[in-house]
């Protein structure tokens, strides 16, 4: 689909508002990449753990749940605005 293009784009107008924008995208940006980090270790930390244990691949399906559960805790706090920056 084509976009409407008889209609500008929303662009903040004043400093303020440029400045909100983009603390709230260096915050989303930041959840979704300590999200990702999370994840990566979780995962990571079960596969040695089935590597060292013989366990295959009980612990790194067991790393992936886990990760993706912290990785969701933090968006979803981030999202609602209680990342612990007293907001």
């Given at each position: 689909m084509d976009a409407d293009k008889s209609r500008p784009p929303v662009k903040p107008e004043t400093e303020a508002e440029r400045a909100s924008a983009m603390r709230?995208?260096?915050?989303?940006?930041?959840?979704?990449?300590?999200?990702?980090?999370?994840?990566?270790?979780?995962l990571l930390g079960?596969?040695?753990?089935?590597?060292?244990?013989?366990?295959?691949?009980?612990l790194t399906?067991?790393?992936?749940?886990l990760?993706?559960?912290?990785?969701?805790?933090?968006?979803?706090?981030t999202a609602i605005g209680k990342d612990g920056k007293g907001k």
């Open positions: 709230v995208l260096g915050s989303l940006g930041s959840a979704g990449f300590a999200a990702g980090i999370t994840l990566a270790i979780f079960g596969y040695w753990l089935d590597k060292l244990l013989g366990t295959s691949p009980w399906l067991a790393g992936i749940l990760g993706l559960g912290g990785s969701f805790y933090m968006l979803i706090r």
